[in-house]
């Protein structure tokens, strides 16, 4: 598969920039000379030139600096939720595919509640409750997740199921247990993936509406939607306080969302007709 | 020589895949007289199907061809089938052409009545005025075809009726437009034997009283025998012999042609085992210099694995493409 | 071909939920003895219930009524770790050599998995030894075991289903129409394997088919199906020469007869 991808310019191009943007964020203290939290009251509000390459914010940190830090809490807002969120969604998914009748019902209709709440309630009433901390941002945007990722799974391995060598494995005396490690879930990793690669883009502008909103990530920690909520004030004024990390909210979004179209692509079994 | 429907000289078809051509149809010769049944005989990727869909225009996007397809209508004009634009090959399906494939099931729109798919050939093709003229002609087909009570038919959507009767119902699409040229793609594979045997009946049935001639593709020599009139074997791409039907089967010539009848099981005989033609059919792409079967052959002579052997004619009408041959012409 | 009967099924009877909540028999109150050693056929069209009394038999489903006896026991009522034992004496070749493989593993794995299973090898070395030794029987390459099954065609898809059928020397092999998706030659090469392995390793034969001819060549004894019944059960030559049922005649006589030179 991973042939496969390189043959595919988009995957290239978004898989390419996404690595880049984790070098570069990874790199933040060695890249930029100030701090994240460096505040320069002499220079509030400056624009981009002079030794700030994206200017300074209204408390005169370098928001370079911030974006690149901010990054960081994004991607890892984005990666560690969204992975968890499919190891809970394949856990409750396998479980109802295979356990017919009221434990399927149970997951099904729990899910389908989870998913007609809408996401930012679901969030507000979790972060009022624990506290807005980067582990009730995490806890919040697995709930929001798990169960759409429970439904595709749960169809999937029904499919997967049906196919003739899981009767096969049935016959060789396989077990429960080994059916399932060793032949559904193997089954359902591309499928996995795709989710995966699929819900990053809508844990990332999650959690910066969360935190735009003042009830996500709070300082002295940056994340992406922080620094957009604090520069909406100086939107007129100072345009790139506010673009520069929507702007990073946005690359984000579209490669994530390009790489898991492209995968997606690649998956598809009826491609590999003639 | 215009005693002939269709006349296929030197076809090939070749695929691009991973950005190199794969010949599929090596140059293949075939001509269809009219009136008359044809069989085209290969085991799977042999490209049979491949001939076929380029006859009516359908090849995959990926697919290119060369060589000529010339049609010969009733009304004297010759066309060349594989010049036509988009436009007029979809004028050529459907009144010239009719098609029938293998799986009823999805080749039939679970969503509609049956009669109304049947009618739509009549409306694409603009041979009807209205819809009461086109619900009438339908119900005579239907009930031509063998559908019981073809006025409630009509009504009754693909899931509802059994697989013998699907493909009855596509045969009628296929035949509705009075066609010059009945391709079936292997008609009856899918159908379980006493289905298939009226099947089988209902389609030469179908060629006698319409005068249509039919191309039929399959990989059962059983259906060959029984419904067509000349016969094409083809293996690799290639049309290794060719004859008509009884002489085929009372004296086959090609080593291929003989593996493969004596690998059919037959009800009366009780053989310990089976004779096979050993080996795999090669993969696409491998292109050989020699003969395409000289490898799994049990009369290879050194000459075979250096040459193409071209085709000759060992009996009347009977062509074999093959080195051996002349030792076992009779 | 002995006189023990290896399996009987007693009145058996299955059946399937409708939309229209009726159900639908699929078999009805049937009854046969199989014997140690022999090919038994099931032959019938699409939806006699061959496939499912094979099932049955396999204990991948359970009958709504009847017993399955194997060597006298009564399985149909027994699952889990009682019916275990009995999974090790049965097996069964598919019919589609493309879904019957797992996509996912290489042919190593596929055919280890019933030795890992049963524990029948002691360490990876035994495993990878035994799994050759079943590529040969099978007459495929030894390069085939790091291979994926898309990479084989379906007459060697099938030879690896068969590897892996007999990896544990079962006492029943249960063939459903496993030549039905192959082509001719290769159908042959497959009918001559099967019968080679039935004669070599002493296996009982429960062969499932539409294909009267095929029938004839690799049974001892035939049984027409149809609507969840049995029309006639006799020996292969009696069925041909002597149909008695009207049924089997209207089969034999629907087959598309090739005109020989004989």
């Known amino acids: 598969m991973i042939k496969l991808l390189r043959q595919n310019k988009t995957a290239l191009i978004s898989g390419a920039v996404i690595l880049v943007v984790i070098i570069l964020s990874t790199l933040a203290p060695l890249l930029s000379k100030y701090s994240e939290t460096s505040q320069d009251l002499a220079h509030r509000l400056m624009a981009p030139g002079n030794g700030h390459l994206f200017g300074t914010d209204e408390l005169g940190r370098d928001v370079l600096t911030r974006i690149l830090y901010g990054t960081r809490v994004s991607l890892f807002i984005a990666l560690l939720p969204t992975a968890l969120a499919v190891v809970v969604g394949t856990f409750a998914g396998v479980c109802s595919a295979l356990f017919n009748g009221v434990i399927d019902f149970a997951i099904m209709r729990f899910a389908d509640v989870m998913l007609s709440i809408p996401g930012m309630l679901l969030s507000m009433v979790v972060l009022y409750t624990f506290g807005g901390s980067l582990s009730s941002v995490v806890i919040a945007l697995i709930l929001i997740e798990w169960g759409g990722i429970a439904r595709v799974v749960r169809t999937r391995a029904l499919e997967i199921y049906q196919k003739e060598y899981i009767e096969a494995a049935i016959i060789t005396g396989a077990g429960q247990g080994r059916i399932i490690f060793f032949h559904i879930i193997p089954n359902l990793i591309p499928t996995l993936i795709v989710l995966f690669t699929l819900n990053i883009p809508s844990s990332i502008l999650a959690e910066s509406t969360l935190s735009f909103l003042g009830i996500g990530i709070q300082p002295p920690q940056v994340s992406l939607g922080l620094m957009t909520g604090y520069s909406r004030q100086y939107l007129f004024q100072m345009p790139w306080l506010s673009l520069a990390p929507s702007g990073m909210v946005m690359l984000l979004v579209l490669s994530f969302n390009f790489l898991g179209d492209a995968i997606r692509d690649i998956l598809d079994p009826k491609r590999r007709q003639l | 020589m215009s005693d002939f429907l269709l006349k296929i000289s030197n076809l090939t078809v070749s695929v691009t895949r991973n950005k190199q051509d ?56 010759q066309t060349e089938i594989t010049g036509l634009k988009e436009k007029e090959l979809r004028k050529m399906c459907g009144p010239k052409i009719g098609m029938v494939f293998q799986e009823p099931m999805t080749s039939l729109n679970p969503m509609m009545k049956i009669g109304d798919q049947v009618a739509e050939v009549l409306f694409i093709h603009k041979l009807v005025k209205n819809r009461s003229e086109a619900k009438e002609k339908v119900i005579r087909t239907l009930g031509e075809v063998g559908i019981p009570e073809p006025e409630r038919h009509y009504n009754s959507y693909p899931h509802r009726i059994s697989g013998g009767m699907r493909q009855r119902v596509m045969i009628a699409m296929a035949v509705i437009c009075e066609p010059s040229l009945l391709i079936a793609d292997e008609p009856t594979t899918a159908l379980d034997v006493t289905i298939e045997a009226q099947i089988l009946k209902l389609i030469r049935h179908m060629c006698e009283t319409h005068n249509m001639s039919a191309l039929v593709i399959t990989h059962n020599m059983g259906v060959v025998s029984t419904l067509c009139d000349k016969v094409y074997v083809m293996y690799m791409g290639r049309i290794l012999e060719r004859a008509p039907v009884d002489q085929l089967f009372k004296t086959p010539i090609h080593p291929y042609t003989r593996g493969l009848l004596s690998s059919i099981p037959r009800i009366h005989a009780n053989p310990e085992y089976l004779a096979t033609i050993p080996g795999n059919t090669p993969e696409f792409g491998k292109e050989t210099v020699g003969c395409d079967f000289c490898l799994r052959c049990s009369d290879d002579q050194r000459r075979c694995f250096f040459e193409k052997p071209k085709e000759a004619e060992i009996e009347k009408d009977h062509f074999v493409s093959c080195f051996s041959a002349n030792n076992r012409s009779k | 071909m002995s006189e023990q009967v290896l399996i009987s099924a007693r009145n058996v009877t299955k059946s399937f939920p409708l939309p229209n909540k009726k159900r639908r028999i699929v078999v009805n109150n049937l009854s046969l003895d199989m014997f140690k050693g022999e090919t038994l056929s099931l032959v019938g069209e699409s939806g006699c219930g061959k496939s499912t009394l094979a099932r049955l038999i396999m204990r991948l489903t359970s009958p709504d009524q009847g017993e399955i006896l194997y060597d006298g026991v009564n399985i149909a009522g027994l699952s889990g770790s009682a019916l275990k034992p009995y999974r090790r004496k049965m097996q069964m070749v598919f019919q589609d050599p493309a879904s019957s493989l797992d996509p996912r593993m290489k042919v190593r794995d596929i055919i280890a998995e019933p030795l890992k299973v049963w524990h029948i090898c002691n360490n990876k070395k035994e495993i990878e030894r035994r799994v050759m030794e079943l590529l040969e029987m099978v007459e495929l390459k030894e390069s085939a075991i790091d291979r994926y099954p898309h990479e084989f065609s379906g007459g060697q898809k099938q030879r690896i289903g068969i590897a892996r059928a007999i990896a544990i020397n079962p006492e029943l092999l249960i063939c459903d129409e496993s030549v039905s998706a192959l082509d001719v030659s290769v159908q042959a090469q497959i009918l001559n394997l099967l019968k080679r392995l039935k004669r070599d390793l002493g296996l009982s034969c429960l062969f499932i088919s539409h294909d009267l001819s095929v029938v004839n060549f690799i049974s001892d004894r035939v049984c027409v199906m149809n609507d969840g019944n049995i029309c006639e059960i006799a020996d292969a030559e009696s069925i041909y020469a002597n149909p008695s049922h009207e049924y089997t005649r209207y089969l034999l006589s629907a087959i598309p007869h090739i005109k020989y030179a004989e």
Do not use: F, Q, Y
């Open chain 2, 22 to 77: 794969i010949p599929i149809v090596k140059g293949i010769d075939m001509d269809i007289p009219r009136g008359k049944i044809v069989g085209l005989v290969g085991e799977s990727g042999c490209g049979k199907s491949m001939t076929a869909k380029s006859i009516m225009g359908i090849l995959p996007r990926s697919a290119h061809m060369n060589g000529s397809i010339l049609w010969n209508d009733p009304d004297g004009s």
